[in-house]
C-alpha cells in the first residue's frame, strides 16, 4: 500500500508523542502562512476570478493527496481548503506588509517549533533534510493521518504503518495503546 510506505517514511522521523502533536500545530501554520504568501502573486485573471499561485499550489498538493488515500484527502481539503480561503481573504482585505508579517512569523514560529522538536524530544534531524518534497509536500496529510490515527479511526491503516516502520526496524512503541 503505497501511503503506508509514504506515511512509514514520515513516521520514522517522529518517534516521539510530543513531537507529533508540535507538528500538529506546526505544519498548518507553515502551509497557512505559505498560502498567505503564494496568494499575493496572481497566475491569471478570467471573467472576475482570480487564479493566484496559492490556488494552484492547493490544487495540485490536494490532487496528489487523493492519489494516496480518498479519505485523508477528503479531511485535508476541508481543513487546508478553510486555510487557503482565509489565506486568501487576508491576502485581499489586508495590506500587503500585514500579509508579509503573517508569513514571516508563522514561518519562524512553525518551522522553529519542528526543528525543536526534533532536536529535543527527537534527538534527530527533521525528514526535509532526506526528503524534501515529502516533508513540505506529503506532511499536512500526514498529519491529517497522525490525528485520525489517534482519535481511534483506520487503524487497519495505522497498522499497516507500524508493519511498514517494523519491516524498517523502527518501531514506535510508545505510540501504540498497551494493554495490560
Known amino acids: 500500500m503505497r501511503f503506508a510506505k509514504e506515511m512509514a517514511f514520515y513516521s520514522a522521523y517522529h518517534q516521539e508523542k510530543r513531537n507529533v502533536w508540535i507538528h500538529v500545530l506546526g505544519v498548518p501554520t507553515i502551509t497557512f502562512t505559505l498560502f498567505v504568501v503564494l496568494s499575493r502573486f496572481s497566475l491569471f485573471e478570467w471573467?472576475?476570478?482570480?487564479?493566484?499561485?496559492?490556488?494552484?499550489?492547493?490544487?495540485?498538493?490536494l490532487g496528489y493527496?487523493?492519489?494516496?488515500?480518498?479519505?485523508?484527502?477528503?479531511?485535508?481539503?476541508?481543513?487546508?481548503?478553510?486555510?487557503?480561503?482565509?489565506?486568501?481573504?487576508?491576502?485581499?482585505?489586508?495590506?500587503?506588509?500585514?500579509?508579509?508579517?503573517?508569513?514571516?512569523?508563522?514561518?519562524?514560529i512553525g518551522w522553529g517549533s519542528q526543528f525543536y522538536g526534533h532536536f529535543v524530544f527527537e534527538k534527530s534531524r527533521p525528514a526535509l533534510f532526506d526528503n524534501l518534497f515529502q516533508a513540505l509536500v506529503s506532511a499536512p496529510l500526514f498529519v491529517v493521518a497522525d490525528v485520525v490515527f489517534e482519535l481511534g479511526y483506520r487503524l487497519d491503516l495505522k497498522k499497516a504503518v507500524d508493519d511498514e516502520l517494523k519491516q524498517k526496524g523502527v518501531w514506535k512503541d510508545f505510540r501504540v495503546e498497551k494493554t495490560a
Open 47 to 61: 471573467n472576475g476570478f482570480n487564479a493566484s499561485a496559492s490556488l494552484l499550489f492547493t490544487v495540485a498538493v
Open 65 to 108: 493527496y487523493y492519489t494516496l488515500d480518498v479519505f485523508f484527502a477528503f479531511l485535508a481539503t476541508i481543513l487546508f481548503g478553510g486555510l487557503f480561503l482565509t489565506a486568501e481573504w487576508i491576502t485581499t482585505q489586508l495590506p500587503s506588509q500585514t500579509a508579509w508579517t503573517i508569513f514571516g512569523i508563522g514561518q519562524v
